[in-house]
């Protein structure tokens, strides 16, 4: 993924992962403004976003710690929402892609957090919340800020 930002030295590829605009018709945010938003007000360079669901791809010279509450305020002045904004670069996506734990990716879901859950938090997911599907909890090696959820009639990785 990183060649998607070849030619910008000095800064650093992000993505980042808008929680809860454009669904269902709420929190609406055209992904043209959003654009316009990171690049013109904030400053990102090589801004690109897929389709309407807020998955933005930038580069940013700014401190990384600092950078979702940036976009959060930014987002909450422009259109009156505040989602929350999760960042990844692209080789910790790699590893989650890399690191899944169920063979059959069609039906895999995978929630990215903002922070590494403590045990006992991660120990309170419940299995039979939704039967049938089955939740790996986060902590695997290398990807403790991620959960992968899948649906039935997948099997395990090897």
């Keep these: 993924m990183e060649h ?5 030295s000095g800064s650093r590829a992000l993505v980042a992962l808008l929680r809860g605009i454009n669904v269902g018709g709420r929190n609406s945010v ?36 600092t950078l979702p509450t ?14 929350a904004v ?3 670069t692209p080789a910790e996506l790699e590893t989650v892609v890399q690191s899944a734990p169920f063979a059959d990716t069609a039906k895999l879901h995978v ?10 938090a991660a120990a ?17 090696p290398r990807c403790g800020r991620s959960a992968w959820r899948r649906r039935p009639g997948d099997r395990p990785a090897r």
């Design 4 to 8: 998607c930002f070849a030619g910008m």
């Design 30 to 65: 055209p992904m043209a403004g959003l654009r316009s938003l990171l690049e013109d007000e904030l400053g990102f360079a090589d801004v690109a976003t897929y389709i309407q669901s807020g998955n933005v791809l930038f580069r940013s010279r700014t401190p990384v710690k």
């Design 70 to 83: 940036r976009i959060e305020e930014a987002i909450a002045q422009t259109y009156g929402i505040r989602p």
């Design 86 to 88: 999760v960042l990844r």
């Design 111 to 120: 929630v990215f957090l903002d922070r590494k859950p403590s045990a006992n």
């Design 124 to 140: 309170r997911l419940d299995p039979d919340r939704s039967p049938g599907r089955r939740t790996a909890p986060p902590g695997r």
